[in-house]
């Protein structure tokens, strides 16, 4: 539960259904140490052939192991198994898992039968019972249950919060269908969803090179259109998209940025495990990325956490908001990221900064702010809030406390995404 320091608060449900229900099932996932790609769609001359909930890959040397997922709160059947097999042998994935609130017994017992042949497994699970994913979701950094449930609950914050900007998104693209902007975006975003089904990592990476080149600064773009419909300066816009909860849908595009970073960033792992010095074609495929890339790639191949660094950057953007805190008499946040990474805590910034090394910039990605915030660049508003949700359990939202003179804007950025899910996740029965 989260709240305001008046005492309204917003909570997560008992009983989750629908896209509720699906968001839950990531967050756990997520939260036991797996990179988790959400809500991939293939389409094909404007017909949408297949949509996924969810793929989970490992954050260490077996990432190539993938589980595909399939997340619904109501009943299942053979119907949805051979779909998820199916599907799993178009796109090479070697797991899937159907995962449901409640699973007949009779049921049950036939698909576990079947389930080792099709390499897919129906598995229960309920927001109070977590036991039946360990055998396909092991806890890879044995985290305790305190961290694996912040890690769990903000995630779930987190994937409700993004579905609401997709909403916005989809809201602005119905309005303005007309407007460039709106085919620019729609085409940044469909070439960073198709890039995910190309089988060679690095393909996918010249993929997403490739939508950056042909849609530079999207979320910029959308600034520019916004303020001059707006007849606002793009500073106060952009501030805006920053620093509050306006604007949903460009901070929805603002993290597909970041996604498609980040995913080059794991497709350079992933690729490395196939990638041989000696081959002639895995030099030619390398040959034809950016040479930027082929710099960083060399560098992170001498990395010791290069099969942690996708998930710790994951992390760090989608649920602790794209900062940290670490000042001489404060390094929990530190901590906190080397726990549920298997870094090391004098290794964790250098690892975020890895970002620096494929997406170089003037003056890098990172800024610190009094010497005690440090963030990363162009993090929408509501994202920040949300890794204020993640602190909450350490903190007692007392961020004066955690950050003596930049606790005042945690603070600000906690009452951001707090405002933003009231709506939603109202809780029955406020106090205050």
């Known amino acids: 539960m989260q709240k305001t320091k008046e005492g309204y608060m ?50 260490s040397e077996n990432m190539t192991l993938k589980v595909l997922i399939d997340a619904k709160s109501g009943k299942t059947g053979f119907k949805d198994i051979f779909k998820i ?21 009779v049921d049950e017992n036939v698909f576990r039968e079947y389930e080792n042949e099709l390499s897919v497994f129906v598995r229960k699970l309920s927001t109070d019972s977590f036991e039946e994913m360990d055998d396909l979701f092991p806890s890879l950094f044995n985290n305790d249950d305190e961290t694996e449930l912040e890690l769990f609950t903000t995630g779930w914050y987190a994937g409700i919060a993004e579905r609401l900007c997709i909403d916005d998104y989809n809201d602005f693209k119905k309005e303005n269908k007309k407007e460039s902007i709106v085919d ?13 089904f190309e089988k060679n990592p690095l393909v996918r ?15 910029g773009k959308c600034v520019e259109y916004i303020a001059e419909k707006e007849d606002e300066d793009e500073n106060e816009i952009l ?11 460009i901070q929805y595009v603002m993290m597909l940025e970041h996604r498609a970073r980040l995913l080059i960033v794991k497709n350079a792992v992933e690729s490395m495990d196939r990638y ?10 390398l040959y034809l990325t950016p040479l930027n890339f082929k710099k960083s790639f060399g560098k992170l191949r001498n ?72 963030f990363a660049k162009h993090v929408p508003g509501i994202w920040k809030g949300i890794g204020c949700f993640a602190r909450t359990t350490r903190c007692d939202m007392n961020y004066d406390e ?21 709506p939603t996740l109202k809780a029955k029965n406020e106090v205050g």
């Open 239 to 249: 501030k805006k998209v920053r620093d509050t909860n306006k604007y949903p849908w």
């Open 276 to 285: 041989d010095d000696d081959d002639l074609i895995s030099k030619f495929e």
């Open 184 to 196: 620019n975006v729609k085409k940044y975003e469909k070439a960073c969803m198709l890039s995910f």
């Open 10 to 59: 917003i909570s997560l449900p008992d009983a989750p259904t629908g896209y509720l229900y699906e968001d839950a099932v990531t967050a756990l996932i997520r939260a036991r140490g797996y990179y988790t790609e959400t809500r991939m769609k293939l389409d094909k001359d404007g017909r949408e052939l297949l949509e996924l909930d969810a793929v989970a890959s490992p954050a």
């Open 205 to 219: 990476v010249n993929q997403l090179y490739a939508a950056f080149r042909e849609c530079p600064n999207i979320s």
């Open 402 to 422: 955690m950050c003596p003179r930049m606790g005042w804007l945690l603070s600000k950025y906690h009452n951001v995404a707090y405002n933003f899910l009231y």
């Open 85 to 105: 097999y199916g599907w799993r042998i178009f796109l090479d994935i070697p797991k899937g898992c159907v995962v449901r609130n409640s699973v007949p017994v």
């Open 303 to 374: 990395n010791k956490n290069k099969y942690n660094i996708p998930y710790l950057l994951h992390i760090f953007f989608e649920i602790l908001g794209g900062f940290y805190v670490e000042y001489e008499e404060y390094d929990d946040d530190i901590d906190f990221m080397s726990n549920i990474s298997g870094i090391d805590k004098t290794e964790v910034v250098d690892c975020l900064k890895v970002i620096d090394d494929f997406f170089p910039t003037g003056s890098g990605w990172f800024i610190s702010s009094k010497n005690e915030y440090h």
